[in-house]
């Protein structure tokens, strides 16, 4: 992973900074692109603090002309694109397809799926001129079951499927693809749903084999190992980092929950 540059979108919070802090002195510079401008400032104030060079950008991702000119003003002036991380995302609150409001549906597509895209595309070829570099999606426990987000969930399906199709594709130019899967992470987001009363923190902790929060930090270190050369061999893979919360969620739904006497 050392040297070159590290790209991360989000990087003004949660897992994108998260991933940004922890990659950030095996490279050269650091680059985060994001919406929020305050929270650039203050993202690459704490990258400083762990001893990383960092330039921040505000870009919308889900703009592909506009990541087209960043992507190759940041090769220009900053330099060679090493690892890339895409990021933004944008939640959704539980809805039905029949009820969810149309442009949220459509705004949770653009940033999660057509921005991953676009940010790809901007960056990838001149990496692929250099036959050198890592890139890993975000997916989540979404890209592989169907939870009542219909607009989110199906957007992070397709971020699995994409990241195979970019493994093989940049694949033979040397680029490994690998996307990370969260569960439910305890982001200030998060963290302000539980503090109203919007969530319940101990039916969040619970729901995996592990009785543990899931933090931003430990999505980072997934994703750090899959752009090290640690993970030479592995590419086209998207590794769950959810305390077990898929195994679990089958395990508890066996004959419609459960027998007690087991569950002891
Ligand atoms: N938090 C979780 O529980 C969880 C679980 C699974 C997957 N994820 C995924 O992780 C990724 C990061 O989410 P997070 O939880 O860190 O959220 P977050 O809100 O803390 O960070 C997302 C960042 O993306 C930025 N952003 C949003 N739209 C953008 C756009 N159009 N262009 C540029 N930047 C934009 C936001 O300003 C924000 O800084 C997302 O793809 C999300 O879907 C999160």
């Known amino acids: 992973m050392s040297g070159g540059v590290l790209v991360v979108t989000g990087g003004a919070s949660g897992i994108g900074l998260a991933c940004a802090k922890a990659m950030a002195v095996a490279h050269d510079r650091v680059v985060l692109i994001d919406l929020n401008e305050d929270g650039l400032a203050t993202a690459a104030a704490e990258i400083g603090e762990v001893g990383g ?3 921040t950008f505000v870009c919308d991702v889900a703009s592909s002309d506009a990541m ?3 992507a190759a003003h940041i090769e220009r002036e900053v330099g060679p694109v090493k690892t890339l991380v895409p ?3 944008i ?3 539980a809805s039905t397809v029949l009820g969810m409001d149309l442009d949220e549906y459509a705004r949770v597509w653009d940033v999660n799926y057509h921005g991953t895209v ?5 960056f990838a070829p001149a990496m692929t001129d250099r036959r050198l570099g890592a ?3 975000i997916g989540s426990i979404n890209s592989y079951g169907a939870l009542p987000l219909p607009a989110y969930c199906p957007s992070k399906t397709a971020i699995l499927r994409l990241t195979q199709i970019l493994a093989v594709e940049l694949g033979r130019f040397g680029i490994r693809v690998n996307g990370v899967a969260p569960g439910y992470v305890l982001t200030p ?3 302000a749903r539980i503090e109203s009363g919007d969530r319940d923190a101990d039916m969040i902790r619970g729901a995996g084999a592990i009785d543990m929060f899931l933090y931003p930090e430990n999505i980072a270190d997934a994703a750090a190992f899959l752009c090290s050369d640690k993970a030479a061999a592995i590419s086209g893979t ?3 980092v959810d305390a077990g919360w898929e195994a679990a969620t089958l395990y508890r739904n066996y004959a419609g929950g459960v027998p007690w006497e087991i569950d002891e």
């Open 68 to 70: 087209l000119t960043l």
């Open 118 to 122: 676009y940010t790809v595309r901007a």
């Open 189 to 191: 987001a998060l963290q």
């Open 53 to 55: 060079s960092v330039v």
């Open 91 to 93: 939640l959704q609150n």
């Open 238 to 240: 998207m590794i769950p």
């Open 87 to 89: 990021s933004a995302g």
């Open 135 to 137: 890139i890993v999606t």
